[in-house]
T-cell receptor, first 114, second 116 residues
Framework: GAGVSQSPSNKVTEKGKDVELRCDPISGHTALYWYRQSLGQGLEFLIYFQGNSAPDKSGLPSDRFSAERTGGSVSTLTIQRTQQEDSAVYLC????????????FGEGSWLTVV | GNSVTQMEGPVTLSEEAFLTINCTYTATGYPSLFWYVQYPGEGLQLLLKATKADDKGSNKGFEATYRKETTSFHLEKGSVQVSDSAVYFCALSDRAGGTSYGKLTFGQGTILTVHP
């Protein structure tokens, strides 16, 4: 597609439930990133994919968070046993890879845990 | 480690006023520098970038110059419009330390409101 596409755009879930957030990057972009945007924490890096591998998972806040990417394209971020502090906007981004290349962001998935 | 510090907001200006949003950074290598903008209800968009010292990024009347000596990348616009009201994020992407990819480190964001 023309831009980075994310779904769902909004998700309300009960505490303790698992959620999956999907990202479809710009065609041809080998690099894919997940960030989290929350009040008081700003924009936090979560994980980076180059192709299907994730050489940098340093930003995942706990083992309840995981992500995968298949076919060098679509990525899924999974949060298990959601907690209220997981409420945030989860942003996906993609680029051609390599520092200095523009990173393009999706509009985000707004997650609310009640 | 890498970090980005932006001037605290919110910033409130009248239309046609001059805008400066300060941004300074700390990096272990040779970063590329970016300004991203988030308009109300929209996603992050790249506003401008500079990839080496003394480069000037510019777009939509906004400018920022990569100053290595002062580790700064201040955003400026000579005459703001109501439509410029948004949140502005300064960010860096560091090539050093074995990282060959564009992991972004963001500042905390500055809310700009422009009144007619």
């Amino acid at each position: 597609g023309a831009g980075v596409s994310q779904s769902p755009s909004n998700k309300v879930t009960e505490k303790g439930k698992d959620v999956e957030l999907r990202c479809d990057p710009i065609s041809g972009h080998t690099a894919l990133y997940w960030y989290r945007q929350s009040l008081g924490q700003g924009l936090e890096f979560l994980i980076y994919f180059q192709g299907n591998s994730a050489p940098d998972k340093s930003g995942l806040p706990s083992d309840r968070f995981s992500a995968e990417r298949t076919g060098g394209s679509v990525s899924t971020l999974t949060i298990q046993r959601t907690q209220q502090e997981d409420s945030a906007v989860y942003l996906c981004a993609s680029s051609r890879g390599g520092s200095g290349n523009t990173i393009y962001f999706g509009e985000g998935s707004w997650l609310t845990v009640v | 480690g890498n970090s980005v510090t932006q001037m605290e907001g919110p910033v409130t200006l009248s239309e046609e006023a001059f805008l400066t949003i300060n941004c300074t950074y700390t990096a272990t290598g040779y970063p590329s520098l970016f300004w991203y903008v988030q308009y109300p209800g929209e996603g992050l968009q790249l506003l401008l970038k500079a990839t080496k010292a003394d480069d000037k990024g510019s777009n939509k009347g906004f400018e920022a110059t990569y100053r290595k000596e002062t580790t700064s990348f201040h955003l400026e616009k000579g005459s703001v419009q109501v439509s410029d009201s948004a949140v502005y994020f300064c960010a860096l992407s560091d090539r050093a330390g074995g990282t060959s990819y564009g992991k972004l480190t963001f500042g905390q964001g500055t809310i700009l409101t422009v009144h007619p």
